[in-house]
Protein backbone atom coordinates (compact mmCIF):
# COMPACT_ATOMS: atom_id res chain seq x y z
CA UNK A 1 0.00 0.00 0.00
CA UNK A 2 1.48 3.40 -1.11
CA UNK A 3 1.49 5.50 2.08
CA UNK A 4 -0.13 9.06 1.05
CA UNK A 5 2.49 12.36 1.14
CA UNK A 6 1.87 14.95 3.33
CA UNK A 7 3.31 18.15 3.49
CA UNK A 8 3.72 18.88 6.72
CA UNK A 9 3.32 16.25 9.19
CA UNK A 10 2.42 18.05 13.09
CA UNK A 11 3.30 16.68 16.61
CA UNK A 12 1.80 17.42 18.92
CA UNK A 13 -1.61 18.71 20.08
CA UNK A 14 -1.08 21.35 21.79
CA UNK A 15 -1.03 25.70 21.45
CA UNK A 16 1.81 25.39 19.10
CA UNK A 17 0.72 22.18 17.19
CA UNK A 18 -2.85 22.98 16.58
CA UNK A 19 -1.74 26.67 15.86
CA UNK A 20 0.70 25.25 13.30
CA UNK A 21 -1.98 23.08 11.75
CA UNK A 22 -4.30 26.51 11.61
CA UNK A 23 -1.49 28.34 9.53
CA UNK A 24 -0.61 25.02 7.44
CA UNK A 25 -3.89 25.34 6.19
CA UNK A 26 -4.02 28.60 5.26
CA UNK A 27 -0.67 27.71 3.36
CA UNK A 28 -2.84 25.06 1.69
CA UNK A 29 -0.39 22.38 2.88
CA UNK A 30 -2.27 18.64 3.34
CA UNK A 31 -1.13 18.15 7.06
CA UNK A 32 -1.76 15.93 9.86
CA UNK A 33 -1.83 16.84 13.46
CA UNK A 34 -0.66 13.38 15.45
CA UNK A 35 -0.82 13.20 19.16
CA UNK A 36 -0.74 11.24 22.08
CA UNK A 37 -2.65 13.43 24.48
CA UNK A 38 -5.06 15.76 23.10
CA UNK A 39 -4.67 19.42 24.20
CA UNK A 40 -1.44 19.59 26.15
CA UNK A 41 -0.25 20.80 29.44
CA UNK A 42 -2.44 23.90 29.28
CA UNK A 43 -5.62 21.47 29.62
CA UNK A 44 -4.73 21.53 33.52
CA UNK A 45 -4.88 25.29 33.54
CA UNK A 46 -7.79 25.69 35.34
CA UNK A 47 -7.66 29.42 33.70
CA UNK A 48 -5.71 31.55 31.44
CA UNK A 49 -5.88 35.06 31.56
CA UNK A 50 -2.84 36.52 29.17
CA UNK A 51 -4.80 35.12 25.65
CA UNK A 52 -5.84 37.83 23.83
CA UNK A 53 -9.38 38.44 23.35
CA UNK A 54 -9.97 35.67 26.37
CA UNK A 55 -10.28 37.78 29.97
CA UNK A 56 -10.41 34.66 31.74
CA UNK A 57 -11.11 30.84 30.27
CA UNK A 58 -10.24 27.60 31.14
CA UNK A 59 -7.01 25.84 29.64
CA UNK A 60 -9.41 23.10 28.54
CA UNK A 61 -12.09 25.19 26.70
CA UNK A 62 -9.24 27.37 25.20
CA UNK A 63 -7.86 24.79 23.36
CA UNK A 64 -11.20 23.34 21.93
CA UNK A 65 -11.45 26.50 20.42
CA UNK A 66 -8.50 26.49 18.81
CA UNK A 67 -8.82 22.65 18.06
CA UNK A 68 -12.27 23.30 16.61
CA UNK A 69 -10.62 26.48 14.68
CA UNK A 70 -8.24 23.93 12.94
CA UNK A 71 -10.87 21.01 12.00
CA UNK A 72 -12.79 23.71 10.30
CA UNK A 73 -10.05 24.25 7.97
CA UNK A 74 -9.70 20.50 7.41
CA UNK A 75 -7.55 19.33 9.92
CA UNK A 76 -6.88 15.51 10.09
CA UNK A 77 -5.77 14.93 14.14
CA UNK A 78 -5.09 11.14 14.87
CA UNK A 79 -4.55 10.29 18.50
CA UNK A 80 -1.38 8.26 18.45
CA UNK A 81 1.72 8.46 19.67
CA UNK A 82 4.94 9.00 17.26
CA UNK A 83 7.61 6.61 18.37
CA UNK A 84 10.08 7.20 15.45
CA UNK A 85 11.08 9.65 12.91
CA UNK A 86 13.12 8.35 10.30
CA UNK A 87 15.10 10.98 7.60
CA UNK A 88 14.85 9.64 4.19
CA UNK A 89 16.72 10.80 0.76
CA UNK A 90 13.85 14.00 0.42
CA UNK A 91 11.04 13.41 2.86
CA UNK A 92 10.75 11.68 6.80
CA UNK A 93 8.33 8.74 7.53
CA UNK A 94 6.81 8.56 11.14
CA UNK A 95 5.83 5.91 12.94
CA UNK A 96 3.79 5.51 15.69
CA UNK A 97 2.75 2.78 18.69
CA UNK A 98 0.14 1.60 16.90
CA UNK A 99 2.29 0.52 13.76
CA UNK A 100 1.16 3.13 11.54
CA UNK A 101 3.38 4.84 9.26
CA UNK A 102 2.70 7.99 7.44
CA UNK A 103 5.51 10.28 5.07
CA UNK A 104 5.57 14.08 4.83
CA UNK A 105 8.10 16.28 3.05
CA UNK A 106 8.71 18.51 6.40
CA UNK A 107 7.97 18.00 10.29
CA UNK A 108 6.88 20.10 12.86
CA UNK A 109 8.15 18.76 16.51
CA UNK A 110 5.24 20.97 19.44
CA UNK A 111 5.35 17.40 21.75
CA UNK A 112 5.58 19.82 24.40
CA UNK A 113 6.63 18.29 27.51
CA UNK A 114 5.85 15.75 30.34
CA UNK A 115 5.55 16.59 34.37
CA UNK A 116 8.52 16.06 36.32
CA UNK A 117 8.30 13.88 39.06
CA UNK A 118 9.36 13.96 42.36
CA UNK A 119 10.98 10.28 42.83
CA UNK A 120 10.24 9.91 45.82
CA UNK A 121 8.95 6.99 47.88
CA UNK A 122 5.07 6.92 47.94
CA UNK A 123 5.01 9.15 44.87
CA UNK A 124 4.20 5.74 42.20
CA UNK A 125 2.57 4.12 45.24
CA UNK A 126 -0.20 6.59 45.88
CA UNK A 127 -0.70 8.45 42.54
CA UNK A 128 -4.41 8.59 41.71
CA UNK A 129 -4.75 7.80 45.65
CA UNK A 130 -3.80 11.00 46.78
CA UNK A 131 -1.10 11.98 44.82
CA UNK A 132 -2.00 14.20 42.04
CA UNK A 133 -0.63 16.29 39.08
CA UNK A 134 -3.58 18.13 38.25
CA UNK A 135 -5.65 20.37 40.52
CA UNK A 136 -8.01 21.01 37.98
CA UNK A 137 -8.78 17.37 37.41
CA UNK A 138 -8.79 16.36 41.10
CA UNK A 139 -9.70 19.04 43.38
CA UNK A 140 -12.86 18.27 43.69
CA UNK A 141 -12.26 15.08 45.14
CA UNK A 142 -10.26 16.95 48.20
CA UNK A 143 -13.28 19.11 48.97
CA UNK A 144 -12.74 19.34 52.84
CA UNK A 145 -9.37 17.99 53.34
CA UNK A 146 -5.81 18.89 54.18
CA UNK A 147 -3.47 18.99 50.73
CA UNK A 148 -0.52 20.45 49.73
CA UNK A 149 0.90 21.73 46.58
CA UNK A 150 4.88 20.97 45.86
CA UNK A 151 6.81 23.74 44.00
CA UNK A 152 7.30 27.48 43.85
CA UNK A 153 6.31 28.42 40.48
CA UNK A 154 3.75 30.55 39.35
CA UNK A 155 1.72 27.17 38.15
CA UNK A 156 2.08 25.95 41.74
CA UNK A 157 0.72 29.41 43.42
CA UNK A 158 -2.69 28.87 40.86
CA UNK A 159 -2.66 25.55 41.45
CA UNK A 160 -2.78 26.13 45.54
CA UNK A 161 -5.14 28.82 44.76
CA UNK A 162 -7.96 26.93 43.17
CA UNK A 163 -7.70 24.44 45.56
CA UNK A 164 -8.72 26.77 48.30
CA UNK A 165 -12.51 26.27 46.64
CA UNK A 166 -12.55 22.77 47.80
CA UNK A 167 -9.61 22.01 50.86
CA UNK A 168 -9.91 22.66 53.88
CA UNK A 169 -6.44 23.99 53.99
CA UNK A 170 -3.73 24.06 51.61
CA UNK A 171 0.10 23.95 51.97
CA UNK A 172 2.53 25.21 50.01
CA UNK A 173 6.39 23.32 50.37
CA UNK A 174 9.13 25.14 48.44
CA UNK A 175 12.68 24.37 48.60
CA UNK A 176 13.74 27.81 47.93
CA UNK A 177 13.54 30.51 49.71
CA UNK A 178 10.32 31.69 48.52
CA UNK A 179 7.74 31.26 45.72
CA UNK A 180 8.40 32.83 42.64
CA UNK A 181 4.72 33.65 41.32
CA UNK A 182 3.39 36.46 38.90
CA UNK A 183 3.05 39.06 40.90
CA UNK A 184 -1.02 39.40 40.81
CA UNK A 185 -1.22 35.71 42.03
CA UNK A 186 1.58 36.28 44.60
CA UNK A 187 -1.11 39.03 45.70
CA UNK A 188 -4.02 36.26 45.89
CA UNK A 189 -1.77 33.93 47.59
CA UNK A 190 -0.86 36.02 50.58
CA UNK A 191 -4.51 37.34 50.71
CA UNK A 192 -5.23 33.14 51.28
CA UNK A 193 -2.58 33.28 53.59
CA UNK A 194 -3.81 36.18 55.68
CA UNK A 195 -7.48 34.49 55.14
CA UNK A 196 -5.42 31.48 56.81
CA UNK A 197 -6.08 29.28 53.72
CA UNK A 198 -2.81 28.64 52.46
CA UNK A 199 0.06 27.74 54.13
CA UNK A 200 3.72 28.54 53.02
CA UNK A 201 6.15 26.47 53.91
CA UNK A 202 9.95 27.30 52.32
CA UNK A 203 13.27 25.92 52.35
CA UNK A 204 11.91 22.27 52.42
CA UNK A 205 11.80 19.38 50.29
CA UNK A 206 9.20 16.42 50.36
CA UNK A 207 11.50 12.98 50.95
CA UNK A 208 8.76 10.80 51.44
CA UNK A 209 5.07 10.44 51.05
CA UNK A 210 3.23 8.24 53.26
CA UNK A 211 0.00 6.60 53.88
CA UNK A 212 -2.27 3.51 54.95
CA UNK A 213 -2.55 1.07 52.56
CA UNK A 214 -5.20 2.95 50.76
CA UNK A 215 -4.61 6.76 50.69
CA UNK A 216 -2.26 9.28 51.21
CA UNK A 217 -1.76 10.66 55.00
CA UNK A 218 1.48 12.50 55.20
CA UNK A 219 4.66 13.89 54.05
CA UNK A 220 7.58 13.78 55.35
CA UNK A 221 10.49 16.67 55.20
CA UNK A 222 13.79 16.98 55.37
CA UNK A 223 13.33 19.47 58.22
CA UNK A 224 11.12 20.04 61.30
CA UNK A 225 7.97 22.06 61.09
CA UNK A 226 5.98 23.17 63.52
CA UNK A 227 7.87 20.91 65.96
CA UNK A 228 8.07 17.53 63.41
CA UNK A 229 9.19 16.26 60.13
CA UNK A 230 5.86 15.01 58.76
CA UNK A 231 2.90 16.72 58.00
CA UNK A 232 -0.60 15.26 58.30
CA UNK A 233 -2.79 15.81 55.35
CA UNK A 234 -4.84 13.92 52.34
CA UNK A 235 -3.63 14.85 49.51
CA UNK A 236 0.01 16.11 47.23
CA UNK A 237 -0.18 18.03 44.51
CA UNK A 238 3.13 17.93 42.75
CA UNK A 239 4.37 21.17 39.85
CA UNK A 240 7.56 21.49 40.03
CA UNK A 241 7.93 21.99 36.22
CA UNK A 242 8.44 19.88 33.03
CA UNK A 243 10.81 17.61 31.27
CA UNK A 244 11.27 17.19 27.67
CA UNK A 245 10.44 13.95 26.04
CA UNK A 246 13.52 12.86 24.39
CA UNK A 247 12.89 9.60 22.92
CA UNK A 248 11.84 10.76 19.23
CA UNK A 249 14.32 13.74 19.29
CA UNK A 250 17.77 12.15 20.00
CA UNK A 251 17.51 9.22 17.17
CA UNK A 252 16.51 11.82 14.60
CA UNK A 253 19.86 13.85 15.17
CA UNK A 254 18.07 16.91 16.72
CA UNK A 255 20.19 19.73 18.04
CA UNK A 256 19.39 19.78 22.03
CA UNK A 257 20.43 22.43 24.71
CA UNK A 258 21.73 20.84 28.24
CA UNK A 259 18.00 20.66 29.54
CA UNK A 260 17.12 18.84 26.32
CA UNK A 261 15.07 21.62 24.37
CA UNK A 262 15.45 21.63 20.69
CA UNK A 263 17.59 24.15 19.43
CA UNK A 264 16.18 26.75 16.81
CA UNK A 265 16.51 29.82 15.45
CA UNK A 266 13.90 32.44 14.71
CA UNK A 267 12.70 31.09 12.39
CA UNK A 268 11.86 27.99 14.15
CA UNK A 269 14.33 25.92 12.18
CA UNK A 270 16.30 23.12 13.85
CA UNK A 271 19.80 21.78 12.38
CA UNK A 272 18.00 19.48 10.26
CA UNK A 273 16.35 20.75 6.77
CA UNK A 274 12.68 20.24 6.96
CA UNK A 275 12.15 19.98 10.45
CA UNK A 276 11.15 22.53 13.05
CA UNK A 277 9.98 22.67 16.31
CA UNK A 278 7.63 25.24 17.80
CA UNK A 279 6.36 25.28 21.94
CA UNK A 280 7.48 23.81 25.49
CA UNK A 281 9.98 21.58 23.84
CA UNK A 282 12.03 24.45 22.23
CA UNK A 283 14.55 26.27 23.93
CA UNK A 284 13.29 29.90 23.88
CA UNK A 285 14.33 32.12 26.29
CA UNK A 286 10.66 33.25 27.30
CA UNK A 287 8.74 31.33 30.06
CA UNK A 288 6.63 28.69 28.55
CA UNK A 289 3.19 30.48 27.66
CA UNK A 290 0.20 29.42 25.16
CA UNK A 291 0.38 32.64 23.65
CA UNK A 292 4.18 31.93 22.50
CA UNK A 293 3.71 28.53 21.69
CA UNK A 294 1.04 29.39 19.07
CA UNK A 295 2.99 32.27 17.64
CA UNK A 296 6.00 29.63 16.94
CA UNK A 297 3.37 27.39 15.57
CA UNK A 298 2.49 30.12 13.12
CA UNK A 299 6.13 30.78 12.59
CA UNK A 300 6.63 26.91 11.99
CA UNK A 301 4.17 26.42 9.17
CA UNK A 302 5.20 29.00 7.38
CA UNK A 303 8.86 28.25 6.83
CA UNK A 304 7.71 24.92 5.77
CA UNK A 305 6.01 26.71 3.42
CA UNK A 306 8.57 28.25 2.37
CA UNK A 307 10.74 25.72 2.44
CA UNK A 308 8.47 23.27 0.72
CA UNK A 309 7.59 25.75 -2.25
CA UNK A 310 11.67 26.72 -3.04
CA UNK A 311 12.50 22.65 -3.00
Known sequence: MVMPMYDVIIIGGGPAGVSAAIYAN??????????????????????????????????????????????????????????????????????????????????????????????????????????????????ALFTGKTVAVIGGSDSAAKEALLLTQYAKKVYIIYRGEQIHPEPLNMDAVMKKVEEGKIEIINNANVKEIKGDGNIVTSVVLDREYNGSNELPLQGVFIEIGSVPNKAILEPLGLELDDRGHVKINRKCETNIKGVYAAGDIVDDPFPKQAITAAAEGAIAAMVAFDYIKKN
Open 26 to 139: RYKLKNIVITRERYGLISMAHLVENWPGEIKISGIDLMKKIEKHALSLGTEIIDDEVVRINKQESSFKVITKSGKEYESKTIIIAIGMERRKLNVPGEKEYLNRGVSYCATCDG
